[in-house]
């Protein structure tokens, strides 16, 4: 086995986990404080880079510009869904939830569809970084920055969760939803402020994902967030340094199927991985303390 | 019957019809299309994905089979007295949608002969589902070997996967010089498998060494582990056997990368230059297609098409426009709308059209030229050495 070669795959690895671990991130906070799977997450990171894409492409806004907007638009559009299709079914089974995620996921599909079409369109080059230089190797900007925001933004995150009086708010409304509101904490507003800053999330990993891979269509959230709700699942689903964690596995475990044992094969290897995994530590590889929920 | 049962046969018969209704409309599309039958016209059958990622495809070869019948019938012309009409209908570029549409075509509007379909599966399908009837079917742009095998109604106005991927593999050692190559497929799309082996059969025959074969799963949009297997492998040439979408991702994340090998391919390249963001990336590229941009009849007729219909012209817009005309002057010979007199006279067509003269062999594969295209200043061009 060469080693350069290896340590090239590991890079690449690194690169398509970090995106995972981004997604992963908005999956795993809104299923921390809702307890709801949403799996609407992957059509609003596609919604982040047609955002990106009408702004600077159609309108000719400056690119960084169209990164804020599309940051809020997304924001927005997480507190939408939540206070159309998910508020009413507050109190309802977790199975009818589920199903108007899956709705909403279809419902945002067609409608980008209709809008643009199911073609490609090209996405602007938003990074214009020189690549960073490590002896022989040459690794692009696109790759360290993904990797970069997405250790960032966990951290961000873990210390907004367990520092902040919103994040205390958070870990309340998820512990006991009737005693945090007689505590006086305003439900609503926690569970939105959790929704716009998942799907905040998936925005930046919208744009970071579109940038490595140019090409988007208004299918391209769904494979992504399945791939992302495993390695949230891995890590420990509600947990924050999980996803990213988890983010990271699946990739490495991806990179190095396709490059030594067979490309056709890695899916199947990423399932058996999760199932292992279930079987072994049913809560996620960090999911042992049960207090660490957020 | 109670009150509930009333309500419930109601419910039932509510869904049926609404069932019935969708059904009978498997996305016909709109301005040339017309239910029915009609006694005054001939009518020409159309099949291709008009929606969807192959669209490209689809919508070229729809306008290029619009713009022969329109010329046709503005000239004044009448095909056995009377004009000739143009259905269209969607496949989504799915196997089962193209035989709706096919049994749509041949049942209730009644098509004399069918110009399609586009995509290679679905001909494929078309053309078993046409077995009984007999249906004469042309289409287009199939190229895998099989197609024309399903039966001897069945023809085809392109060069076949076999052929296209042997000219690559010769023409990639003899003039472009390449010693070694790597190529780089989907292990889940026919066509792209059928080019990989073949190229790789031609360009050892010469000679030449396939250092490395990297297959991916349909759908993949990050290909750097492959990708850097091959730049290990330090090739002339990278073989990149498939259609424009991945085409774009691969070529770019290849440079990335910092692989220096030619790119190479067949004529999924057509159209790639439309969703690349970035064309530098595929200058010097070479690949296979169907007609050469320099050619002064193919310049007009171009410029013709952009006019109508606000998009540039492929290579799959010619080969619909001259399958179209084919067509018509083979019904013309034929005398008749009767399948077989239309077989007979395409099996002994001789037929000009804009991309050159055309015959078919005995498995109705035609026998014609193909060019080889280079991509320079981000433009499609006639390959010089």
Redesign the interface.
Known sequence: MNISQFFLQLINGLNIGSIYALVALGYTMVYGIAKLINFAHGEIIMVGSYTVFVCTTLMGMPIWLSIPVSIIVCAGLGICIEKVAYKPLRNASRIYLLITAIGISFFLQSLFQLIFTSNPKSFPTIIQLPPLTLGSFSISANYYLTFVVSVILMIVLDRFVKLTKTGRAMRAVSEDQGAAQLMGININKTISITFAIGSALAAVAGILYSSSYPLINPFMGSTLGIKAFIAAVVGGIGIIPGAVLGGFILGIIESLTKAYISSQMTDAIVFLVLIVVLVFKPAGLLGKNRKEKV | MNFKKLVKSGLVLGLAASMVACSSEPGQTAGNAGGGTDTDAIIIGAIGPY???T??YGIAVKNGIDLAITEFNEAGNSLLGKTVKLVAYDSKGDNTEATNAYNKLVDSDKATAIVGAVLSGESTAIGTASQGVGTPILSPSATALAFTETGPNVFRGCFTDPYQAKMMGEFAFDTLGAKTAAVIYD?GADYSEGLMENFKTAFEGKGGQVVDV????T?D??F???L??IK?SNVDVLYIPNYY?DI??IT?QAR???IEAQFIGGDGWDGVLS????PTVLEGSVFVNHYSPDDPEIIAWAEAYKAKYGVDATAFAYLGYDCAKLMLQAIEEAGSTDPQAIVDALNNISFDGVLGHLEFDDNGDPIKDLAFITIKDGKYTSYQK
């Open positions: 929606e969807g990622d669209s490209v292990t990297e297959g991916y799963s759908g949009t990050d750097n582990t492959q850097t297997k290990e979408k774009a991702l770019k990335a990368l910092g969703v690349s963001d970035d």
